[in-house]
């Protein structure tokens, strides 16, 4: 685990199985995924763990999925609740949250990834880290070499508090200039449909959705983007949605909080304009 909020989350359902320790995600830099699967393996049966719990992050997935390879274990990805038990009973995110699946997991030692932001953060002492041994180099093999800084100043999807997402009716790559002014003066990430990914306007790591990144902003502006449900499915954390759209039926609009009925070419430009006036 780490200090993010999907970690805390994590561990509210991990003490319910007990007295919990930690092997800290940044615990081997750059990030190896293996070695991190071979120190959880190893302090799993040092520590005789009931469950193995980690937040359902990229990173926190793939390690679990890799722990679960080298174990032979079941792993039940993306839960949001967890009851100790023989079997253990979960429920857990499907179809990118479009419906919950109740499960039994019949193993000696589950592994469990939470979803997150569906979780309270845990409010009590941080577990106490595991000793850990040097990675062998085998498990170095994969690992993170580069980092290839965001777009929009570093301003990442996954930890933005605000977003200015745009959809099939931004209209064009070009169109999206007047996306990435307002992001700009907001200082915000910039987003976008799976719609737009696929015409080419903007790169797959832009795309808010089931198949793209899952979001949690206080704000997430929606600029031209009908709403269809796999975009909807990675929008579940956002604590407010203002959609921005010529079609007041269309299903993002009849879902956020409020609305604009109008042509966004002219509308978010105005935002932009009035926003500088105050400034």
């Not at 989350?9 to 070695?35: C, H, N």
């Not at 040092?46 to 990173?59: I, K, M, P, Q």
């Not at 990435?180 to 903007?202: I, K, M, P």
């Amino acid at each position: 685990m780490d200090e993010s909020d999907a970690s805390r989350q994590a561990l509210t359902l991990a003490r319910k199985f007990g007295d919990p320790r930690s092997v800290r995600m940044d615990a081997i830099e750059p990030f190896a995924p293996d070695a991190l699967a071979a120190a959880l393996a190893q302090a799993a049966d040092e520590l005789n763990a009931s469950a193995v719990f980690a937040a359902g992050t990229d990173r926190g997935n793939e390690v679990m999925a890799r722990l679960a390879a080298r174990t032979g274990l079941p792993f039940a990805a993306n839960c949001i609740s967890a009851t100790p038990g023989e079997p253990v009973s979960v429920t857990r995110l499907r179809w990118g949250g479009s419906l919950l699946e109740e499960a039994r997991l019949h193993s000696p030692r589950p592994l469990i990834s939470v979803a997150p932001h569906t979780v309270p953060e845990d409010t009590g002492p941080r577990p106490q880290d595991v000793d850990m041994k040097p990675p062998a180099e085998a498990d170095l093999v994969v690992r993170v070499v580069d980092h290839v800084s965001p777009r929009n100043g570093g301003v990442s999807l996954a930890e933005a508090k605000v977003i200015v997402s745009g959809g099939r009716g931004v209209g064009s790559k070009e169109g999206f200039a007047i996306i990435e002014d307002l992001a700009g003066l907001l200082g915000a990430a910039v987003g976008c449909s799976r719609a737009v990914t696929s015409a080419g306007w903007r790169p797959h790591s832009d795309q808010v959705g089931q198949t793209g990144t899952k979001v949690a902003p206080d704000v997430y502006i929606a600029c031209g983007i009908s709403g269809a449900t796999q975009h909807m499915a990675g929008l579940k954390g956002a604590k407010r949605i203002l959609a921005i759209n010529s079609d007041p039926q269309a299903p993002l609009m009849l879902n956020a909080d409020y609305t604009v009925t109008g042509d966004l070419k002219e509308i978010v430009p105005a935002i932009s304009a009035e926003i500088r006036k105050r400034r």
